[in-house]
């Protein structure tokens, strides 16, 4: 028997072509007991083989190859626990000292690093190789009598590789003249670095880009031959017939390898309480004081069931991890960060009462064992929601602190190849131009949505690409492979992990690109299935958007906002909802949610979370949105899937749209146990969950089968349940994002300045531009004042009372002024305001002259001087003026006559409406003046355009023609090739649909126009109103357009 | 009243498309659409009048152009821009030595003193569009006594337009700011500005505009204002004179190669005749359509690379100077017929050499070497017998594939500077104490010998080749390679060394030789002996 013990997956960073997965499937149909996974320099795909070999009952062997300074690398296998801390600190070492992505260890390391660990001697790139070309027979000796010294001769192996060189035969008949006369093992390996030979292609792709060539110019360092792939023992014994000591050691070897990721040693850190109570009881103290300030002392219900959750806690073992919640949440409180728990702990009494979340899960009777449950013996997940930000980092440096550099990292982001990562690179490789590769990548996005007669040969063909070409052919090919294959280490946005002692040795830890932030070599689902726990710090854009409106209300309005105390039913958040009036408002104003509003028309806060829940993918596709709908406006009966679904199902009038629901249904009508439940759920959050959901279909129909339960009902409920997988929310969730999309719409609604302001000053964030949001607030009554270089401030600023809070724009929005500059002209401007251009020029020299260009044609410096207003166009000749020194001669005299108000006077004419339209987009990106819609709407009127407002007056079915600037193109791929567009004009936004059929007629002009006029059919359903186009025509008005929100 | 000097412009609209119509007039009535770009994204840089009214438009891709169905879609083609520019030169030179070359479809000329000649400046400018029109190319003429004014006026109108002195600011000022051709910059302040015409700019106050913009800007106010003059920067005429023939299809009867090459003998006399001088000899380069690539089902052949497209010389050397189209053209024709091109012609390129002798000086420090041209003739003569890309050194390809190489031209080769004499001299120390045993050299057959192998359990156990078999008495192997999968020829190859013992018609013969087998041609050969 053989059993491979060198091989490299992708996860060896262009070192490999093959997923862990499908080298444990390779390995498991060869036959092989066991298989040892090495990638280079690092254990980041250990956890996925380890949990595929497991699956397939294969035994998943640890190791790694180690780069050493002087330029090889070891192979190193783990032998048992000591072994693999020892790697783990080796690789951390060598990581956290050097650049990301980079480090290598000294030779001497392993010195005090050996236990535990065996050596090969490698293939081409290992010690043994290095000093028999650099040295001769006689450094290859010295060299593993070295290797010996350090590891112990029984743990050196002589490695034998041969993938058909001739170099490689010269190489292994010395190592094993060497072996015999230093009485070493011999072992053979292939050094596999992909699955089927057919991988090498991606490989020789991965060599390329590593080595920064293209294929054509990357000559010999490309593989020779296909032969690195994964060998079944019966071809390695045939490679190795002369040497069968070679294969029989393998089995030996793997027989010493008795270290599994099973017994990683992991462990929670203990909190310290304060007075040397026990963990339990400092957080019975904290969430007493918690229940009393949020039930108050009578709620009896509440009461209870926060004593079954403490029992429950206890019982699991799991104060410690609440404690350490609670401490980042009052550390935040205390430093005036707005958190806000999010997840299943929201269905938590216990979360509830220390201030971890904001939903009342009582008053909602929300599903405790949805978040902690006894059977699951899982770590509770919780998520908390931080503003976006500075902020959020403060919480996250405040953990480091806590826990130490080596206690507490941030878990990993795979970044893996995506559709337009996937294209760029392999077309670079390729040696297409970059024009090609432009189209290319272009392209990609439309393979997201194909239709029978949207074929990928068709798309490839109007781009003026050839399928037939076999470059592009291969290109295609290459881009379907690569997909899903790791590329890099990112850094995930939020989750962090922290351990009791030393994190480096459960896991390799490598350096971030952000400064400070150290990176667990494992993704939050690989930890997660390590048992690792992590606490998510997450940044939400809308929470600094609370943060800030709160700030601003307490500083212009006098008034004290508690986000926790909102009142529950204020009218005009309802009405606002059910007309759909939601630009701006969290989770609520995409055009999918628009178009829901007025016919779910939102009463009471639980109305909420059902319309945070209902758009989403899962809902959608498991079509279930329009049966709630339609029972909600009793057209139809509010019938459960199956009869003993009734209670579970009776909150949603028979429908399943949250998490929770499918996985009682899973329970009761499949008989699913507690843990299989479980297993379900992780596969809903799972990225890598399409071949989960497969095996649990099976489970699904065959325990609804042994139910009774088949036919249309069983097809429901399985429907219901994997669409799931594409993504739903647990109604825990729901309710914590409709906390903050309520907040949102009563900040909004109540005061409006606020809002848009801290919406503004938060961009990029949200559905819509800018340019949408501030015509938005002018259509609701806010005013805004341009920018203006002697008042802005960087940020948008809320103006006096007694002119009714009028919004100046910041600085921020003049496009291409860099943050310090503005900050230098601020500063000066404090000490002494700007006399004129000139002034300004001298007195802010980061100043450059573009960004003079653009202040001056964006009428930022009409009012410099305070002598005489000037026009834009008088500004822009100063600034030419300006920004070409005089020289030390005339510079006196230029000064003086620059303090000459006459100076400002230019012989350039004023620019006209269209013109200040057409500059303030390009220099801003947005207009406080009228929509360009609105200097045309007499001539419009003539050609009968309706305005966007006008529409809900009028019949369903009623011809209409509309018009105006495209500010979102959406082609969703669950609405089978329909494409949506949002069209705004002066009084509001017109909902477009377009078929299939049309937008592939006018697919130029729908893509490449800012500006549209429409004629189609106005569809009024149940106060939804939308226009079914059936002609599209461009509308040339304006080169005025704020960038659309394209997804398509 | 008479003008003391006088400038032309000479303008070619369309000039990518003229240069390829002007060789194929009958282009020039049809919907005619020109492509350019790396392929396969190729794009419509230029298309005709008839193109535009189909509704062609500029970067279209070449499948949105090809939708209708009656336009004719040519390739951009370099070579005959630059014939066509080379013409132009020729046209203006046949007017007056005083050319300056400003742009690939614009020149310049000092038509001054002229009117004896020519008559007005009218007249003069007619005669130059006249001429333009026999080399088969239309353009606009204008005529200033401001060389500026005179080539803004050109390219805006269609002409002959003759500027009066002193109106040059009327002509100028309803013309967009860009046809001064401001850089990048200047012209995004003109844009901010709202500065869109000449006039505007010809309004602004000078001084203020200076301080401004700088002298760019007080250039292109003058320039604007009719006031723009500078001396002309003069061409030096050329004595090369080239004209290219691409063909869609190829030919391969001498009757149409006939009436073509008669077409670029026309142009080229016409050329010459306008300069005043005479054809000494003719080069006529052709390059033929690779059609045989299945006759020669060798294995010599299928084991080429690629066979890139191979041409055809043919060389006339003119006892005495001619500008006699007629007489070239049966001269071609008989050694045509003598030494036909043996495949379909898909380019004819045909140079000129004019009467002038050359003259050359070499150095006094460098031996006496063959002169250039003369080698370059005598290698050309040398690769039209032996074929392309079989004359000039072996270079060693960096590749896995055993024995990749190619034939470089001969060059000079510098000598090596001395530290990449000490890198190597190192390597080559350290490969050799890694491979310490003395290295046996192979002798290569080029091309492969064809073999017929039998195996024995996966190994070679006996040969026959060049009429011989031969018994293996050891093998050693496979030594596999593969790659190039990305390109349209990939390879596969097995290599085995083989101690063999031949049987002939004398003694057997017990030797070592490298074989081979093509996994993708599924065949063997045998790649060379060990000496």
């Known amino acids: 028997m053989y059993i491979e013990l060198h091989a490299r997956s992708a996860f060896s960073f262009l070192g490999g072509s093959s997923s862990p997965e499908e080298l444990a499937r390779a390995c498991a149909t060869l036959g092989m007991p066991s298989m040892a996974l090495l990638d280079r320099d690092g254990l980041y795909g250990a956890p996925q083989f380890y949990l595929a070999a497991n699956k397939l009952g294969v035994r998943a062997h640890i190791g790694a190859e180690i780069s050493c300074v002087v330029g090889w690398r070891y192979p190193l296998l783990v032998t048992s626990s000591e072994g693999y801390k020892n790697l783990c600190r080796l690789i951390t070492r060598m990581k956290l000292r050097a650049a990301k992505g980079e480090g290598a260890i000294e030779a001497h390391e392993l010195e005090h690093r050996s236990g535990g660990l065996i050596c090969l001697t490698g293939g081409e790139e290992g010690p043994l190789a290095h000093a028999l070309r650099s040295g001769g027979k006689e450094a290859a000796r010295a060299t593993l009598e070295r290797l010996c010294a350090i590891f112990g001769r029984e743990n050196v192996y002589v490695e034998l590789q041969r993938h058909f060189s001739i170099e490689e035969e010269r190489r292994n008949q010395v190592a094993v003249e060497l072996a015999r006369s230093m009485r070493l093992p011999l072992l053979a390996t292939n050094s596999v670095s992909h699955a089927t030979p057919a991988q090498r292609e991606i490989m020789d792709v991965f060599t390329c880009l590593r080595r920064h060539r293209v294929l054509a110019n990357a000559g010999r360092l490309l593989s020779c031959n296909s032969e690195r792939y994964l060998k079944s023992p019966l071809q390695m014994a045939a490679l190795f017939a002369d040497l069968p000591e070679a294969i029989a050691n393998t089995t030996e070897l793997a027989s010493r390898l008795q270290f599994t990721l099973k017994d990683l040693g992991y462990k929670f850190p203990t909190y310290p309480t304060p007075n040397g109570e026990s963990q339990m009881e400092y957080l019975r103290q904290r969430t007493q004081e918690g229940m009393v300030h949020r039930y108050g002392t009578q709620n009896d219900r509440a009461h209870l069931q926060i004593q079954r959750?403490?029992?429950?806690?206890?019982?699991?073992?799991?104060?410690?991890?609440?404690?350490?919640?609670?401490?980042?949440?009052?550390?935040?409180?205390?430093?005036?960060?707005?958190?806000?728990?999010?997840?299943?702990?929201?269905?938590?009494?216990?979360?509830?009462?220390?201030?971890?979340?904001?939903?009342?899960?009582?008053?909602?009777?929300?599903?405790?064992?949805?978040?902690?449950?006894?059977?699951?013996?899982?770590?509770?997940?919780i998520d908390l929601d931080l503003p976006s930000g500075d902020q959020r980092e403060r919480a996250i440096q405040y953990v480091y602190e806590r826990y130490g550099k080596l206690g507490a990292a941030m878990t990993a982001n795979v970044i893996t190849y995506r559709g337009k990562s996937a294209a760029r690179e392999i077309g670079k490789v390729l040696s297409f131009d970059p024009e090609t590769l432009n189209r290319l990548a272009s392209l990609v996005s439309a393979w997201e949505y194909t239709d029978s007669n949207d074929t990928l040969t068709r798309q490839f063909k109007d781009a003026g690409l050839d399928l037939s070409n076999h470059r592009i052919h291969k290109f295609f090919e290459l881009c379907q492979k690569v997909q899903n294959l790791p590329r890099h280490l990112g850094q995930h946005s939020g989750g962090m992990v922290v351990c009791q002692g030393q994190l480096d040795s459960v896991v390799p830890l490598e350096p971030a690109t952000m400064p400070g932030r150290v990176v667990v070599q494992w993704d939050k689902e690989d930890c997660a299935d390590m048992g690792i726990i992590k606490i998510d710090l997450l940044g939400l854009g809308m929470m600094a958007v609370l943060e800030e409106s709160i700030q601003l209300i307490r500083a212009h309005h006098k008034e004290e906002i508690d986000l926790g105390h909102l009142p529950q039913d204020d009218p005009a958040v309802y009405t606002a909802l059910q007309r759909a009036d939601t630009i701006g408002l969290f989770q609520v104003e995409s055009?999918?949610?628009?178009?829901?509003?007025?016919?779910?028309?939102?009463?009471?806060?639980?109305?909420?979370?059902?319309?945070?829940?209902?758009?989403?993918?899962?809902?959608?596709?498991?079509?279930?949105?329009?049966?709630?709908?339609?029972?909600?406006?009793?057209?139809?009966?509010?019938?459960?899937l199956h009869p003993s679904l009734e209670s579970t199902l009776a909150r949603t009038l028979g429908v399943p749209l949250f998490q929770e629901q499918l996985l009682?249904?899973?329970?009761?009508?499949?008989?699913?146990?507690?843990?299989?439940?479980?297993?379900?759920?992780?596969?809903?959050?799972f990225k890598r969950s399409e071949a989960r959901m497969k095996d649990i279909e099976i489970k699904l129909r065959r325990g609804m089968e042994s139910k009774g339960i088949t036919g249309e009902p069983q097809n429901k409920i399985v429907r219901a349940i994997t669409s799931f997988a594409l993504y739903g929310f647990p109604e825990s969730h729901a309710a914590s994002f409709a906390l903050i999309a309520y907040a949102s719409a009563f900040l909004k609604c109540h005061y409006l300045a606020a809002f848009t302001t801290a919406m503004l000053n938060n961009q990029p964030m949200g559905f819509y531009q800018p340019a949408t949001l501030i015509k938005d607030a002018q259509r609701h009554g806010l005013k805004f004042k341009p920018i203006d270089i002697t008042?802005?401030?960087?940020?948008?600023?809320?103006?006096?009372?007694?002119?009714?809070?009028?919004?100046?724009?910041?600085?921020?929005?003049?496009?291409?002024?860099?943050?310090?500059?503005?900050?230098?002209?601020?500063?000066?401007?404090?000490?002494?305001?700007?006399?004129?251009?000139?002034?300004?020029?001298?007195?802010?020299?980061?100043?450059q002259k573009d960004e003079l260009r653009v202040l001056a044609s964006i009428g930022?410096?009409?009012?410099?001087?305070?002598?005489?207003?000037?026009?834009?166009?008088?500004?822009?000749?100063?600034?030419?003026?300006?920004?070409?020194?005089?020289?030390?001669?005339?510079?006196?005299?230029?000064?003086?006559?620059?303090?000459?108000?006459?100076?400002?006077?230019?012989?350039?004419?004023?620019?006209?409406?269209?013109?200040?339209?057409?500059?303030?987009?390009?220099?801003?990106?947005?207009?406080?003046?009228?929509?360009?819609m609105a200097h045309h709407r007499a001539q419009l009127s003539r050609h009968k355009v309706v305005p966007a407002s006008r529409l809900a007056a009028l019949r369903d079915g009623a011809l209409v023609r509309v018009a105006g600037a495209v500010i979102v193109r959406q082609r969703p791929g669950t609405a089978k090739g329909f494409v949506f567009l949002s069209l705004e004009d002066e009084t509001g936004i017109a909902n477009i649909i377009i078929t299939p059929q049309l937008f592939e007629k006018d697919h130029t002009t729908v893509v490449h126009n800012s500006f549209l006029i429409i004629k189609g059919t106005l569809q009024n359903q149940d106060g939804v109103i939308s226009v079914k186009a059936a002609l599209i025509k461009p509308l040339h008005l304006s080169r005025a357009a704020a960038p659309a929100h394209d997804f398509y | 009243m008479p003008l003391a000097v006088l400038f032309a412009a000479v303008y070619v609209p369309n000039f990518i498309l003229q240069a390829i119509a002007r060789s194929e007039p009958e282009l020039r009535t049809q919907p005619l659409v020109i492509i350019d770009g790396p392929p396969p994204t190729y794009?419509?840089?230029?298309?005709?009048?008839?193109?535009?009214?189909?509704?062609?438009?500029?970067?279209?891709?070449?499948?949105?152009?090809?939708?209708?169905?009656?336009?004719?879609?040519?390739?951009?083609?370099?070579?005959?821009?630059?014939?066509?520019?080379?013409?132009?030169?020729?046209?203006?030179?046949?007017?007056?030595?005083?050319?300056?070359?400003?742009?690939?479809?614009?020149?310049?000329?000092?038509?001054?003193g002229l009117a004896s000649l020519f008559g007005n400046e009218n007249e003069i400018a007619r005669e130059i569009a006249a001429r333009a029109s026999a080399f088969g190319m239309s353009v606009h003429v204008a005529a200033s006594s401001n060389v500026e004014t005179a080539r803004i006026v050109a390219r805006a109108l269609p002409g002959p337009t003759i500027v009066p002195q002193g109106q040059e600011r009327r002509f100028l000022e309803t013309l967009p700011v860009g046809m001064l051709s401001p850089s990048p910059e200047l012209a995004d302040v003109f844009d901010r500005w709202g500065v869109a015409t000449c006039k505007a700019l010809a309004s602004l106050p000078l001084l203020s505009l200076s301080e401004c913009v700088g002298q760019e800007g007080v250039r292109l106010h003058a320039i604007a204002s009719g006031k723009g003059m500078r001396p002309l920067l003069l061409a030096e005429p050329a004595q090369h004179f080239e004209e290219w023939f691409e063909l869609d299809e190829a030919v391969d009867d001498l009757e149409s190669l006939s009436f073509l090459l008669g077409r670029l003998l026309d142009q080229l006399c016409a050329r010459l005749s306008a300069r005043a001088l005479s054809i000494a000899a003719i080069h006529v380069n052709f390059k033929l359509q690779p059609a045989f690539d299945n006759a020669f089902d060798t294995s010599r052949d299928l084991l080429r690379v690629k066979s890139s497209a191979r041409t055809f010389t043919c060389n006339l050397e003119l006892p005495a100077p001619t500008r006699d189209g007629k007489l070239l053209l049966k001269l071609l024709r008989l050694r045509l017929q003598s030494h036909p091109p043996g495949a379909p012609i898909q380019t004819i390129q045909m140079t000129a050499q004019s009467s002038l002798a050359r003259v050359t000086q070499g150095s006094l420090f460098i031996p006496t070497a063959p002169d250039p041209d003369k080698l370059e003739l005598t290698i050309a003569r040398i690769a039209a017998v032996v074929g392309e890309g079989n004359v000039g050194a072996p270079q060693l390809l960096d590749s896995n594939r055993p024995d990749a190489f190619h034939v470089q031209n001969f060059s000079m080769v510098a000598v090596a500077s001395s530290g990449s004499n000490n890198h190597s001299k190192k390597e080559s120390e350290t490969n050799s104490r890694y491979h310490a045993s003395p290295t046996i050299a192979l002798h290569a057959f080029r091309p492969p010998v064809p073999a017929r192998v039998q195996l024995q359990g996966n190994k070679p156990a006996s040969v026959f080749f060049h009429g011989r078999s031969g018994k293996v008495i050891h093998a050693s192997g496979p030594w596999r390679t593969s790659g190039d999968w990305w390109e349209e020829t990939p390879w596969q190859e097995d290599a085995w060394d083989l101690e063999i013992v031949l049987s002939g018609e004398s003694s057997p013969e017990q030797s070592f030789y490298r074989f081979s087998y093509d996994g993708l041609l599924d065949k063997w050969f045998v790649r060379g002996v060990y000496d």
């Open chain 1, 309 to 381: 959750e403490l029992s429950v806690i206890e019982k699991l073992d799991l104060p410690g991890y609440f404690l350490i919640v609670w401490d980042i949440i009052r550390f935040c409180r205390e430093q005036n960060i707005l958190v806000q728990g999010r997840g299943s702990a929201a269905n938590s009494a216990v979360c509830y009462s220390l201030g971890i979340t904001a939903v009342d899960p009582v008053g909602m009777n929300l599903l405790f064992e949805r978040f902690l449950s006894e059977e699951r013996g899982e770590w509770p997940d």
């Open chain 1, 591 to 640: 055009r999918a949610q628009v178009s829901c509003l007025p016919r779910l028309r939102p009463k009471c806060f639980y109305d909420i979370v059902v319309q945070v829940a209902i758009i989403r993918p899962g809902p959608i596709v498991g079509k279930m949105v329009h049966p709630y709908l339609n029972r909600r406006l009793g057209r139809e009966p509010a019938e459960s």
């Open chain 1, 664 to 685: 009682r249904i899973a329970m009761i009508a499949a008989g699913f146990s507690g843990g299989e439940a479980e297993e379900l759920r992780r596969a809903f959050g």
């Open chain 1, 791 to 847: 008042c802005s401030q960087w940020e948008c600023t809320i103006g006096e009372a007694s002119e009714n809070f009028p919004v100046r724009i910041g600085l921020r929005y003049v496009k291409g002024l860099r943050k310090e500059t503005a900050l230098q002209i601020l500063a000066q401007r404090h000490l002494q305001p700007f006399a004129s251009i000139e002034d300004l020029k001298q007195r802010a020299p980061q100043l």
């Open chain 1, 860 to 932: 930022s410096l009409n009012f410099i001087s305070n002598k005489m207003r000037a026009h834009r166009r008088s500004a822009l000749w100063q600034v030419e003026r300006a920004g070409r020194p005089a020289g030390e001669l005339f510079e006196p005299y230029l000064r003086t006559e620059n303090s000459d108000p006459s100076s400002l006077l230019s012989p350039l004419e004023p620019m006209n409406d269209e013109e200040r339209l057409v500059a303030d987009f390009h220099g801003t990106g947005l207009t406080t003046g009228r929509h360009p």
């Open chain 2, 43 to 112: 794009q419509v840089v230029a298309f005709n009048r008839i193109a535009e009214l189909l509704g062609v438009a500029r970067s279209m891709t070449k499948a949105a152009a090809s939708q209708f169905a009656q336009v004719t879609i040519r390739s951009r083609c370099r070579i005959r821009e630059e014939a066509a520019h080379a013409a132009l030169l020729d046209v203006a030179w046949s007017i007056t030595p005083r050319v300056e070359d400003a742009a690939p479809d614009t020149l310049l000329l000092d038509i001054s």
